[in-house]
């Protein structure tokens, strides 16, 4: 199952310069790496990155996480993953740009 991260163009680049980051800031505030299913994303970019440009997309097999990635209950009393470690570069699957459109933001065609 591929889980999901949208990083703001300096945390992509602080991601891509040292290997691993805590995330966002309020990643490192909550004291874990926020991400969405497939099925939350588009929501979770209308709530926290509304008309916001520049982001990227990054695609994590939850797996290989192991026992750092909790699923754990969130807004609207869904189960969110959450990873209790550095997220790192090397963990993630792919990168997409996530263009904003007159719409929101436009994901990969075939994310559910």
Known sequence: ???????????????????????????????????????QARETAAKHFTHETGLTLAALKAEPLGDALKWEISRGGAEFPHLYAPLRLADIAWV???????DGHIFPKDMV
Do not use: C, N
């Open 1 to 39: 199952m591929l889980i999901y991260k949208i990083l703001r163009a300096p945390e992509w680049a602080d991601l891509q310069a040292k290997g691993e980051t805590a995330g966002a800031p309020i990643d490192v505030s909550d004291g874990f790496v926020h991400f969405s299913t497939a099925a």
């Open 96 to 102: 997409q740009d996530l263009p904003l459109g007159v």
